[in-house]
């Protein structure tokens, strides 16, 4: 069974939508809540430590209605229990689409290609319950006898984006293990890490699912060959283990079998910080903490898979970031976290949201004529109140923005945590209210200033309120982005989960390596042959 495949722009809802949208779109947020005194309680969802505001939208309850009426003229559900039963819903590449499996509870069912995948991935779980206590309790050890201190993470895209990002946001959590990223092919990258690092007590871990990645093989042997310089082949065994589908290959890197951490097809790099690709996280933080990513996700899952959709966090979070995306032409969106900790979040959902959503063929192979995957950027408050945020307030372009805050700090410095989300809670009110002509009179302006001083509001905002940044709720938080992901291809009626448009560089690169390396020359345009010669000439 494949995901059903609507034109979302023939349905009755989309109709409704865009003539709904004229008649409202001038409507000013200020008004609709003087209007309604319900507004704010009617448009939040509550959901264990999630509380999420949606009602600082430029939507009104026909707006809503319409809105879900539109999950239900794509079929949502159908696509919904087509992902979740192991159906290959990634058409394109011939793959289910599992995720949610590796966050399952060893009891649940899921079957692939009529194999139930649960138990595999509860071996590979064990295996990394087991391997995170002997290098966190020190009984393993590196090839002169000492524990280890440091840990590499080897990989590229969701073989770092997701490790990294989770590793810094629970830093709260560490043990200590000191975790690195290696990611870029760029060997000033790999070299500054180096810098850091004793061969005796740095545990390696190549994290590649195809095991073909020019980066991550790239530094992985800069990486091999600067161990050696120190130790022998046979320490290779102690110190480097992999992740990945391509078993061959890894034991072809000199890496032992017992050290290699499988993973499966059915999982999207984008979406595997939930496998083996997370054993970097488990490492950093413990396994049980790791667990709890997991069970958090899991959660969020239960809560998509059987909520109302008028109460289900990521279908009305897509569902409202698909109104300004179509309907008010929004180019973009920001994720704002009031949270120092999640300082790498944005980065990571860039590759989550606009890997998967940047396509413009749809699922019958046809150009679409309507928008796709919105940009996503973001840095977290209050440092971006005082780097981008005066375009958000006053500047031309309509930015959505999520807010995401905690009501609690983890160390407790209630000073410091009453100001942050002071800001936090003001910068939403603002960018609803913002300041009209007369108030800015009435703080006494002068007259050639009153027009610079005047804030126009009615700038939407989510607000995703959660009571302490932990393994579990992280874990939420995460997989509510994922599913949001979802539910958005299904409207756009694209295929989310392959990734073409990242091979025609990656052909073109090692084309012209050839070029410096040999003697191949290949034809290119004006501009390229001159960049290409102007670099060999200067480097
Ligand atoms: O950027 C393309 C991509 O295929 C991503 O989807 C993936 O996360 C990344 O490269 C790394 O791939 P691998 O894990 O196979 O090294």
Do not use: C
Not at 243 to 268: E, Q
Not at 277 to 302: Q, R, T
């Amino acid at each position: 069974m494949a995901l059903p495949n609507v034109n979302p722009t023939t349905t009755n809802a989309w109709n409704k939508l865009k003539v709904h949208f004229e008649d409202t779109k001038d409507l000013h947020m200020k008004d609709l809540f003087a209007k309604d005194p319900e507004r704010a309680n009617k448009f939040t969802i509550t959901f264990d430590d999630f509380y999420v505001d949606f009602s600082k939208n430029r939507i009104t309850d026909e707006t809503f209605q319409y809105l879900l009426e539109l999950v239900d003229d794509v079929k949502l559900k159908a696509a919904i229990e087509s992902q979740f039963s192991g159906e290959k819903i990634n058409k394109t590449e011939g793959r289910a689409v599992m995720h949610t499996a590796l966050r399952a509870p060893k009891s649940a069912v899921v079957t692939v290609d009529g194999k139930n995948i649960i138990p595999e991935i509860h071996e590979v779980k064990q295996k990394i319950e087991g391997f995170t206590n002997e290098v966190v309790n020190g009984a393993r050890k590196g090839f002169t006898g000492k524990q280890f201190t440091d840990i590499v993470n080897i990989g590229i895209g969701g073989s770092d984006l997701g490790p990294a990002m989770v590793v810094d946001a629970l830093q709260y959590y560490k043990n200590h293990l000191t975790t690195h990223f290696v990611s870029n092919v760029d060997g000033d990258h790999v070299n500054e890490v180096i810098k850091n690092l004793n061969p005796e007590t740095t545990l390696f871990v190549i994290v590649s699912k195809t095991f073909t990645t020019q980066e991550t093989i790239s530094n992985a042997n800069t990486l091999k060959s600067w161990f050696l310089k120190s130790a022998t082949g046979k320490d290779i065994a102690n110190h480097f283990v992999a992740v990945s589908t391509n078993i061959d290959t890894v034991k072809n890197f000199g890496i032992d079998a017992n050290n290699i951490f499988p993973m499966w097809d059915w999982v999207g790099g984008r979406f595997s910080l939930w496998s083996a690709v997370g054993l970097s996280i488990s490492l950093a933080v413990g396994y049980n903490n790791y667990a709890s990513l997991l069970e958090g996700a899991h959660k969020m899952d239960e809560h998509f898979k059987t909520e109302d959709f008028d109460k289900n966090i990521p279908v009305v979070l897509a569902l409202i970031s698909v109104w300004y995306n179509n309907f008010f032409k929004a180019e973009s969106e920001a994720v704002i976290p009031y949270s120092q900790y999640l300082n790498q979040f944005a980065t990571y959902l860039q590759q989550g949201i606009m890997e998967s959503n940047g396509k413009s063929i749809d699922r019958n192979g046809t150009p679409v004529d309507y928008e796709t995957g919105t940009l996503i950027w973001g840095e977290p408050g209050t440092n971006s109140q005082h780097a981008f945020f005066q375009l958000i307030h006053q500047g031309t372009k309509l930015i959505p923005a999520d807010f995401i805050g905690f009501t609690q700090s983890l160390h407790g410095n209630q000073d410091h945590h009453d100001k942050l989300i002071s800001n936090f809670l003001a910068q939403t009110e603002a960018l609803l209210n913002g300041k009209t002509k007369e108030e800015v009179i009435a703080e006494g302006t002068p007259e050639t200033i009153i027009p610079f001083k005047v804030f126009e509001g009615n700038k939407p905002t989510n607000t995703v309120f959660i009571k302490k940044l932990t393994p579990e709720s992280l874990g939420k938080l995460i997989a509510m982005y994922e599913h949001k992901i979802f539910v958005q291809g299904v409207i756009w009626n694209i295929f989310s989960y392959d990734q073409f448009g990242v091979e025609l560089g990656k052909q073109l690169a090692s084309k012209i390596l050839k070029e410096f390396t040999g003697n191949t020359k290949n034809e290119h345009d004006n501009s390229t042959s001159n960049l290409l010669n102007y670099y060999k000439e200067n480097s």
